[in-house]
């Protein structure tokens, strides 16, 4: 890999060959891919860009830390729908809103940007198995990319996530353990698996290539608004790793002179489970947090990317907003209905703080904003039920029909 | 419209101008939009397409029966990936096998193509309400385009409808009537309540459009694959309109010099719900049938597209096949297990029925089969979880892991 130079230990910046397998540093810190941007900038241009047909994120392959030889996994993932969402923006009062729909991956959540990257480079590890601990769709994106790619995934869930994510787990053939604990339960009992058997390890937790994929909505972000880059990012934050990668994103294009600028991020949490805001804000070490929201794929009571999210929140002069459970329906409420945009509850909490920042002030009334739904909303239906309420139920007669609208063109 | 000559009943030959808000034909039959194809080749060419940046089904506007000026809505529907299923062929003994998944479009299924059209026709109508009857899919196709683009929506649906459908629909904003009867009587009501309240119809029973929109994943199937035409192309049917829209769209390429030859089509029914498989077949007209399938959007005992299906079938000289729930939940099960591609019952129905012909011999071994997956899993996971079992479930310690996996590298 002549572009990429090593991987770095963010909390003892201890270098390390980027291998393939690579995890954490000695020290217990999570470890970050570093590039030759001068090299990427003879691989990578704004022109080269609007002349490739590859719409995929592997468009962005002179970014992301693998092999030449390496094959693209066969899912196509990336370059997913930057909507205008203008009804949303005069509403909530902003100058610009744009929807980033992650939730139109394959595997239907923005984690297939890490799945991807992650079978790749189990390719070059020469692994057959890959497993990982997840809430949902981590272990989703991976057992679909995995399954497209004729590796075999194994993967530990903790006994509450949605029945959805189950559903496509099992459908994609996926070895599935369902554990009757916590993250933190299922993610020991992943890693002492991972050790034992050898397997290619998924955690976002001990993966650095992770947020490499992830880093790829940046890259379109920015693509798909011709390289003007927003004042504004705001989205959802749970183990830290898509935050951590939204940064790396925006800060490689900076780096190889594609874009000009960098946006502030706005870090959302929900207040049930806030142990990264709670951090970024105190200055303090993040403590673990009870894991008190409706929206799960965020319920993270011990982040395993704290420290790289916590950087990105720093060096990207962030915000933080924690919403309640009532806000993250309210905002799946207003998305669908001004953008016909469905997002699962962690995939808007990002929306449901953007529109708390800007009520209580916190970004300036011209802001250009993007917001990014990480999920599908047919992952949680029933969430998306309580939300949205019921239909009106009548029997098959006019009649009926009449009693709910009373007058010609309602 | 300069490239639209006029509509011509599929029955009577009767020829209509192609108004924004023709329905059916004085005889009862639906209508059918004829098109200049001379004047298309000025407008499109394959050179033309190869530049052409709009990934969504509005890049092969010059065949859509739009006017100029009428905005594509905003949702980016079409331009679905089609994937080289290699692993699924070799097992089934095809020579390639390509997966157009359409559960990728934003709301989730193949009627996004026909909603979007749908949406810019009630634009061109003047209209700021759209309504319909549907098991789902289209329901939900139509709510999301309706709600971007700022128009109301109001939805006829069976209350037997999945709950992950209804979710949708709510999210989106529509008005959701839940009908405690068959599709039938859905659809009745439905079309009172248009003529009653003035709204834009967007029933795939009167409405010409719909099929125009639905010939666009054909388009693709094209392009995607080089303009070389496959042998057969698989697909569901439910009401009749997809199938019908799938001939069109080759037979527009075909007409329009960007293809040579046509395709072969494999119509798939559920056994319990067959009735265009069987007029197709006894060359008598289709016959009310009861709707007994899993496969919810394909139970369509008195499908209001017959005619359209029927010739379709006949003229391009297809195959009919009908398959039992156990053979779709196998195919849901083999095409996420080879392919990544998690299809809800009706979604990969036709891929049930390619892998049924292929096993019967009606295929022959050398050929070049599509499968179009219409629309994504998640809109029915219990389905899903019926066919995929249940996970795994332990305590989180190690003792019950090494139960699971005795030895290294599982």
């Known amino acids: 890999m002549k572009h990429v ?29 570093l590039y030759d941007y001068e090299y990427i900038r003879f691989l990578l241009s704004k022109n080269a860009l609007s002349d490739c047909r590859d719409m995929s994120m592997w468009r962005y392959r002179p970014f992301l830390p693998v092999e030449d030889a390496t094959p693209a996994p066969p899912l196509r993932v990336g370059w997913s729908p930057l909507y205008d969402a203008g009804r949303l923006a ?18 239907s959540s923005l984690k297939d940007r890490a799945s991807s990257v992650a079978v790749a480079k189990a390719f070059e590890a020469g692994a057959k198995t890959i497993a990982c601990a997840s809430t949902g769709n981590a272990a989703s994106s991976l057992a679909g990319n995995a399954a497209a790619a004729g590796m075999k995934s194994v993967i530990f869930v903790p006994s509450r996530a949605p029945s959805g994510k189950i559903a496509q787990l099992l459908i994609f053939g996926a070895v599935v353990i369902s554990v009757d604990g916590t993250y933190a339960e299922c993610f020991r009992l992943s890693a002492e698996a ?3 058997y050898g397997w290619y390890d998924r955690s976002a937790a001990v993966n650095p290539y992770l947020s490499e994929g992830k880093k790829t909505v940046s890259f379109e972000i920015a693509e798909q608004s011709g390289f003007a880059v927003p004042d504004y990012v705001a989205v959802s934050v749970g183990d830290g790793c898509t935050i951590a990668g939204i940064w790396k994103g925006f800060k490689d294009m900076f780096a190889s002179g594609c874009i000009e600028r960098l946006p502030r991020l706005i870090s959302v949490q929900a207040e049930g489970c806030r142990p990264i805001n709670r951090a970024a804000e105190t200055g303090l070490p993040p403590e673990p947090s009870e894991e008190n929201t409706t929206a799960d794929s965020i319920a993270v009571g011990i982040p395993r990317n704290a420290d790289k999210a916590i950087n990105a929140i720093k060096e990207a002069n962030g915000l933080t907003v924690d919403v309640s459970d009532g806000e993250i329906s309210e905002a799946m409420k207003i998305l669908g209905q001004t953008s016909g945009v469905f997002g699962e509850p962690a995939g808007v909490a990002g929306t449901a703080g953007l529109i708390k920042a800007a009520k209580n002030g916190l970004i300036e009334k011209n802001a250009r904003v993007v917001s990014v739904v990480t999920g599908n909303g ?5 969430s998306a039920l309580r939300a949205a309420g019921n239909p009106i139920s009548i029997p098959p007669d006019t ?12």
Chains 1, 2 share one sequence.
């Open 5 to 33: 130079i090593c991987a770095e230990c963010v909390k003892c910046k201890k270098k390390y060959e980027a291998a393939p397998n690579l995890t954490t540093c000695v020290c217990g810190g999570v470890t970050d891919i």
């Open 90 to 107: 005069r509403e909530i009062g902003v100058k610009e809103l744009k929807i980033k729909d992650d939730g139109l991956n394959p595997t």
């Open 399 to 410: 009649g009926a029909l009449e009693k709910i609208f009373p007058i010609r063109d309602a």
């Open 378 to 382: 047919l992952k949680d239906t029933a």
């Open 194 to 196: 991972v050790k034992k």
